[in-house]
């Protein structure tokens, strides 16, 4: 059964900013980028919300990047990641990625940097869960969406990530097989510590280094904002 996306305003998202809650001291602000002119169009968190790597499109009609978002940078207290990706057109290959590790690269695999580095994907129009070490070709959870241009939006917070409309959700709180957030295991990096999450745009998280994930890129996405709760 393929799940129809419906578009969603980001716009009409960025109006209902102000008039959402602060969890403690958790910012109210936003990030948000349009990857087809290849520009941050605001960043009032820039604290929790970073670019760390930004390129051409291997389609060439599209930047890519990849975000980290700090849920405990600056000293804030936020535990969830609001995120909203939209497509423009069909897309092509691999269009986002979303981890707890900076060398997530899509097919569960990754590099050693954390123990813990559970990472969603899509790739064309099937989104996968994976969870940690799984192995890869049998992920956690996997679904067809039809995303021509059209819009999803993702929660992320510590064992638990939703999607949608139409909404569905994925929590692990017993088996801790999910997000780690906060990641404090004895032998995560200490650089990594903390409430970390990466997010690849028309790429995965780390296509940079590693031979197998050198052609783990695509092309599709066109805006993505991001805001804290």
């Not at 910012?27 to 002119?37: C, E, M, R, S, V």
Request: glycine share 10%.
């Amino acid at each position: 059964m393929r799940s129809k996306a419906r578009t969603l305003s980001l716009s009409l998202a960025l109006g209902l900013i102000a008039a959402g809650a602060a969890h403690a001291a958790c910012p109210t602000g936003a990030f948000l980028a349009d990857l087809k002119i290849g520009a941050v169009l605001l960043n009032t968190i820039p604290g929790q919300v970073s670019v760390t790597t930004s390129g051409a499109s291997v389609c060439g009609a599209a930047r890519e990047a990849v975000l980290k978002i700090d849920l405990l940078g600056s000293g804030a207290t936020c535990t969830r990641a609001n995120i909203v990706a939209e497509w423009e057109g069909l897309p092509k290959d691999w269009t986002l990625n979303i981890g707890d590790s900076p060398t997530n690269n899509g097919f569960a695999g990754d590099s050693g940097t954390t123990v813990n580095d559970a990472e969603l994907w899509i790739l064309n129009e099937r989104m996968s869960i994976a969870n940690n070490g799984l192995s890869p070709d049998n992920p956690l959870y996997g679904q067809d969406l039809s995303l021509t241009d059209s819009s999803l939006a993702f929660v992320v917070k510590n064992q638990y990530v939703s999607w949608g409309q139409p909404y569905s959700f994925l929590q692990t709180p017993a088996s801790k097989q999910l997000f780690a957030l906060p990641d404090n295991d004895a032998a995560t990096a200490a650089s990594e510590k903390g409430s970390k999450i990466y997010v690849g745009l028309n790429r995965v998280v780390d296509s940079i280094t590693g031979a197998a994930s050198l052609g783990r890129r695509g092309c599709g996405l066109r805006r993505v904002m991001v805001t804290l709760q």
